[in-house]
């Protein structure tokens, strides 16, 4: 349902030029094996750090168009208007994902009023932010891009009905778009720099990779500390679906916090790298829950903490192993 690409895959070249790395923090643990487990994520280290920190977000909305041969249809987050009369591009930004205005808690703590994946990653590491209690890692006020268009060859992708809904979909293989976005990327080098998340937003569609259907995916150009990060999601306007609404941009958004360079290399048997969103999404509702934001209803899924994966669970609030309380034991492996 959900995928990475390796940094080093094919077509991925690492940036050339001199720019800003992410802001990101080293941390290790020793797991249940007893194996030592080091990892890179991104913001500053929680239990040195006590004040915000803030990365630039770049958003590229893409209008994918099918022909008469395969579809016959437009998708484009650009035009499309969903329930509260937003745009699918508009409506991300208006989303828990970058706006506060929710109090988010964990049992009876409170994680506080900030965006979704800043208060998953201040339970994440509980310990430390109860006592520096200015700990944050934001996503900015996005800086939206001209909108960019891609045209699904019928050996690429088709529209089909939605395999979890009603609704009609496109589809293409993730291969070729990643190729598009990395060729959106390259065009965009003096915006898109490795000191910026570049988030790529499609209106009803999935990826395709042996079959369907995948709804986002995160990578990196290049390894850390100097490679470019991005990550990709749809948003689904159907009620219920997987992906619906901002559902999948809070799986991606999550991982890329904890993985933004895809090695953080783990010993589960479910998940060899520290994929937070991956353990959840076959449960109930594909593992979301619903918040209100100024009156509009967004499906944000639940993400593991890092005791998940054989850290010591006293690291996170409530020695919980995810922000909902939904797993009661470690991945297998562990």
């Given at each position: 349902?959900?995928?990475t690409i390796?940094?080093?895959?094919?077509?991925?070249?690492?940036?050339?030029?001199a720019?800003?790395?992410?802001?990101?923090?080293?941390?290790s643990?020793?797991?249940?094996?007893?194996?030592?487990?080091?990892?890179?994520?991104?913001g500053?280290?929680p239990?040195?750090?006590?004040a915000?920190?803030?990365?630039?977000?770049?958003?590229?909305?893409?209008?994918?168009v099918?022909?008469s041969?395969?579809?016959?249809?437009?998708?484009?987050?650009?035009?499309?208007?969903?329930a509260?009369?937003?745009?699918?591009t508009?409506n991300?930004?208006?989303?828990p994902l970058?706006?506060?205005?929710?109090?988010?808690?964990?049992?009876s703590v409170?994680?506080?009023?900030?965006?979704?994946?800043?208060?998953?990653?201040?339970?994440?590491?509980?310990?430390?932010?109860?006592?520096?209690?200015?700990?944050?890692?934001?996503?900015?006020?996005?800086?939206?891009?001209?909108?960019?268009?891609?045209?699904?060859?019928?050996?690429q992708?088709?529209?089909?009905?939605?395999?979890?809904?009603?609704s009609?979909v496109?589809?293409?293989?993730?291969?070729?778009?990643d190729?598009?976005?990395?060729?959106?990327?390259?065009?965009?080098?003096?915006?898109?720099t490795?000191g910026?998340?570049?988030?790529f937003?499609?209106y009803?569609?999935?990826?395709?990779?042996?079959?369907?259907c995948?709804?986002?995916?995160?990578?990196?150009?290049?390894?850390q500390?100097s490679?470019q990060?991005?990550?990709?999601?749809?948003?689904?306007?159907e009620?219920?679906?997987?992906?619906?609404?901002?559902?999948?941009f809070?799986?991606?958004?999550?991982?890329w916090?904890?993985?933004p360079f895809?090695?953080n290399?783990?010993n589960?048997?479910?998940?060899s790298?520290?994929?937070n969103?991956?353990?959840?999404?076959?449960?109930a509702?594909?593992?979301?829950y619903?918040?209100?934001?100024?009156?509009s209803?967004?499906?944000?899924?639940?993400?593991?903490?890092?005791?998940?994966?054989?850290?010591?669970?006293?690291?996170s609030?409530?020695?919980?192993?995810?922000?909902?309380?939904?797993?009661?034991t470690v991945c297998?492996?562990?």
């Amino acid at each position: 349902m959900f995928t990475t690409i390796p940094h080093n895959a094919p077509g991925h070249r690492a940036p050339a030029r001199a720019a800003s790395q992410l802001t990101q923090w080293n941390g290790s643990f020793t797991d249940l094996t007893g194996h030592n487990i080091s990892y890179t994520m991104a913001g500053t280290n929680p239990s040195s750090n006590n004040a915000p920190t803030t990365i630039p977000v770049v958003v590229v909305p893409i209008k994918m168009v099918y022909g008469s041969r395969n579809g016959n249809m437009t998708f484009d987050p650009n035009a499309h208007t969903v329930a509260n009369g937003k745009t699918v591009t508009a409506n991300t930004i208006a989303s828990p994902l970058f706006q506060t205005g929710v109090d988010f808690k964990a049992g009876s703590v409170d994680l506080g009023n900030t965006q979704y994946v800043d208060a998953y990653q201040r339970g994440n590491f509980w310990s430390s932010v109860q006592t520096n209690t200015n700990y944050h890692v934001l996503l900015g006020s996005p800086t939206v891009l001209a909108e960019q268009t891609i045209s699904v060859s019928r050996t690429q992708g088709k529209v089909i009905t939605n395999p979890f809904g009603r609704s009609k979909v496109g589809t293409m293989g993730i291969n070729a778009f990643d190729a598009k976005l990395q060729t959106i990327m390259n065009n965009n080098a003096g915006t898109i720099t490795p000191g910026v998340l570049p988030l790529f937003v499609t209106y009803n569609i999935f990826l395709t990779q042996g079959g369907c259907c995948i709804g986002g995916y995160h990578s990196a150009n290049g390894a850390q500390p100097s490679g470019q990060t991005y990550s990709y999601a749809t948003y689904v306007d159907e009620a219920g679906s997987f992906s619906q609404d901002v559902s999948a941009f809070s799986h991606e958004i999550g991982e890329w916090m904890d993985d933004p360079f895809v090695d953080n290399n783990v010993n589960c048997t479910d998940n060899s790298i520290m994929e937070n969103g991956d353990p959840l999404e076959n449960n109930a509702n594909y593992g979301d829950y619903a918040y209100t934001l100024n009156g509009s209803t967004y499906n944000l899924q639940d993400l593991v903490f890092i005791g998940y994966f054989g850290a010591p669970p006293s690291t996170s609030v409530n020695s919980w192993l995810d922000l909902h309380n939904a797993k009661s034991t470690v991945c297998p492996g562990q």
